[in-house]
């Protein structure tokens, strides 16, 4: 198996949603691949098959989630790097575009977006801080996830 290969072709596959929610958030095709789940769903399927590709004795043998220890013997194959960074892409991801629509339900200005987006994309939780930092202090929402 190439993992170089299914780690590149797993880390292009968000760049272009990362583009249409950055670029193109009102474009009819954004709703159609990133807000449908379509990406969760196909980045699950290839979390699923890695897992059960480490559980059929390609991964790391004494991992777990218990201990620092555990942890990075799980990160200390190829599979489970390429499992743990695809896990990273879908919540990120996942993340952004929650993002998104909530920032135009709310009437929030698309370029004071961006740089939350941007961040989500490259640090997940610094860019959803900032989101619902400047969601509280422009007045369109408070700290809550669920709030309307």
Avoid: Q
């Amino acid at each position: 198996m190439d993992y170089d290969l299914i780690f590149s072709l797993v880390n292009a596959s968000v760049l272009p949603a990362w583009a249409l929610l950055i670029l193109a958030p009102k474009w009819s095709v954004t709703d159609k691949l990133v807000h449908s789940m379509l990406y969760p769903l196909v980045l699950g399927a290839v979390y699923i098959g890695g897992m059960v590709w480490a559980l059929m004795g390609h991964g790391a043998e004494g991992g777990g989630f218990t201990s620092i220890e555990g942890v990075r013997t799980l990160f200390s194959t190829d599979i489970g790097m390429i499992i743990g960074w695809t896990h990273f892409l879908v919540f990120d991801l996942f993340i952004g575009a929650w993002e998104a629509r909530d920032a135009k339900r709310r009437g929030f200005n698309h370029w004071l977006l961006v740089p939350c987006l941007l961040l989500t994309f490259m640090a997940g939780p610094i860019g959803l801080v900032l989101y619902l930092v400047l969601r509280k202090v422009t007045g369109k929402g408070g700290w809550g996830l669920g709030e309307a």
